[in-house]
């Protein structure tokens, strides 16, 4: 850091015009260029940046450009003005324009009236007319030298500085310092004002500020407004020898913190993604403006294009995002250099919001939280509540779920506040979590299937096993898999209990055997085996033996009668 970086800024200095952009801000840090016959006045304010001293500018009669004989010093490079007579508009000032032989411009200015003083944060103005910029310079930037005296705290009334520095009382006074520049951006005015240039957008204008969203694309139409019987087609230039001197447009998006610039569009950080394209145009940028509340992107055309009455050109920005606050925001288009125009800006309200509706083509769709509703309502990543509301539908209802998790694949999970009661998978699974978990109704239940006949209607397992305990057929049998059937006073049918049966034997029913004395494995009828042992005869190993009375049942010639035993 140099020295003179080190002092103190005595002065700030702003040059603006009575005209006046989109936003109905006065243009300022502007330099016009050369327009014989407008009359424009440019106006110079000088603030008192110091916090505790005041400044004093001592008269003086005339500008010269000697030291002591000006107040200020303005510099521009070689061609940066147009060789025209300079004067200020009032008594309080006096100017002296000096062209050097370099092509450099000296302009002094002296105040002289009497002494004024300019107390912190309070400001001078003079208004100057005849400072223009060059023709050579449209498309660039003018840069302004300001510099000045030192400002000393006077010896006495007769001290002969022209700036005198009145400190708090006690205080040695600041060391200031005497220059700054001031980047002045050439602004043509010679065209007509009433360009037919439109800007709109596409659908949605809606940049949605939810944080898991995806970007948002919007999409601006570049129309000409004229009417087809005008013939007045605009042309963008562009020039290859000269690309300065090529048409341009400037895309402008406000940018700040959400708790300095809630009214932003959005951060920095997070708007420099956009990306803008615009056919047969070259996009440059982003760049941060100058007072830092503006991301700009600058286009220029690779050729010569043109808009015909009622024809569009059209510009999108994608990839674009933000978490600042609800709420309207504004893209500034900027457009210069077009043959035959002033240059000029359009504001386009954007809106910060959850809410977006769909673009061209879905335009009948919302999306909540979502960039590209597909649906007539796109819910993304939320939660809809209704305090003591309904759900209504004149017809039937369809609950379609997408999505697959790694638990089990849930498809939907009902709660009681952070209590899980129940989940659905998308394998068709209901599963109740609570204990003791009911199904009631207040009439009797139906329960229905399409199962052809034959098939398995329901079946009843413990959790994650594969065989079933229980299964329900399409013909009403009821059939245990596992276990016996039980009433209050035991199992209906135990083990071991021998009826007479008069169907056609053997074979026995399922789940019985012939009681004729023969073996049978252990392992086949395990709890059999166990009830009988040994009563009825040995076995071989492994086997067990069950009682033969096949000529104990009582029958009837032709008319077979047999005893069975439950396995």
Request: glycine share 8%; with cysteine.
């Amino acid at each position: 850091m140099t020295e003179e970086t080190n002092k103190k800024m005595p002065f700030g200095f702003e040059v603006s015009y009575e005209l006046f952009n989109a936003r109905g801000e006065r243009l300022r840090n502007t330099l016009l260029l050369e327009n014989p016959g407008a009359g424009h006045t440019l106006r110079l304010d000088i603030v008192n940046l110091l916090t505790d001293e005041a400044i004093v500018l001592r008269q003086r009669p005339t500008a010269g450009e000697v030291l002591g004989a000006h107040h200020f010093r303005l510099r521009f490079a070689a061609g940066a003005l147009a060789a025209r007579e300079t004067r200020v508009v009032g008594a309080d000032w006096d100017i002296r324009r000096v062209d050097r032989e370099d092509g450099s411009t000296d302009v002094y200015l002296a105040w002289r009236s009497p002494d004024v003083r300019i107390a912190p944060g309070d400001r001078l103005m003079l208004l100057v007319q005849g400072l223009y910029a060059s023709p050579e310079a449209a498309g660039t930037e003018v840069i302004m030298d300001l510099s000045w005296p030192a400002l000393v705290v006077p010896e006495g009334p007769d001290d002969p500085n022209v700036f005198h520095l009145v400190p708090p009382e006690g205080s040695a006074g600041s060391d200031c310092a005497l220059a700054q520049q001031l980047a002045l951006g050439v602004r043509d005015r010679r065209g007509r004002p009433d360009i037919p240039l439109r800007a709109h957008f596409e659908g949605s204008n809606q940049v949605i500020n939810y944080p898991t969203t995806p970007n948002t694309t919007l999409t601006l139409r570049l129309v000409n407004s004229a009417s087809p019987q005008s013939q007045e087609i605009l042309r963008f230039h562009h020039d290859p020898s000269d690309p300065a001197k090529s048409s341009r447009l400037v895309v402008a998006l406000p940018v700040g913190t959400v708790e300095a610039q809630p009214w932003a569009l959005g951060s920095e950080s997070l708007l420099e993604r956009t990306k803008i394209t615009l056919a047969d145009w070259t996009v440059s940028g982003p760049t941060l403006n100058a007072d830092g509340d503006l991301l700009e992107w600058e286009l220029t055309p690779t050729k010569d294009v043109t808009i015909a009455p009622r024809e569009s050109l059209t510009l999108t920005l994608s990839d674009m995002a933000t978490l600042h606050p609800s709420g309207t925001a504004y893209l500034e288009l900027r457009y210069s250099a077009i043959p035959g125009y002033s240059d000029g800006e359009i504001l386009c309200p954007i809106e910060k919001s959850p809410l977006r509706f769909g673009r061209s083509g879905t335009h009948d769709n919302v999306g909540i939280a979502h960039a590209e509703p597909s649906a007539v309502l796109h819910l993304h990543r939320g939660d809809m509540r209704i305090d003591t509301g309904e759900i209504q539908h004149g017809n039937w209802f369809i609950f379609r779920a997408f999505y697959r998790t790694l638990d089990d694949n849930h498809i939907a999970q009902f709660f009681h506040q952070d209590e899980l009661l129940m989940t659905l998978s998308r394998l068709g699974k209901l599963r109740l979590h609570a204990p003791y978990s009911e199904l009631q109704s207040a009439h009797s239940l139906t329960f229905r299937s399409d199962v052809t006949e034959g098939d398995t209607v329901a079946r009843f397992l413990n959790q994650n096993a594969a065989v079933p305990l229980m299964e329900l057929r399409a013909d009403g049998t009821l059939r245990l898999l596992s276990g016996r059937f039980k009433d209050d006073t035991g199992f209906v049918v135990p083990v071991g209990t021998v009826v007479a049966y008069a169907g056609t034997a053997p074979p026995a029913p399922e789940g019985w055997l012939m009681c004729d004395g023969a073996e049978h494995d252990s392992k086949d009828h395990q709890e059999l085996s166990d009830l009988l042992g040994t009563i009825y005869g040995d076995a071989g190993e492994g086997k067990f033996r069950v009682p033969d009375l096949s000529t104990s049942a009582p029958a009837q010639p032709n008319q077979p009668l047999h005893y069975i035993i439950k396995a």
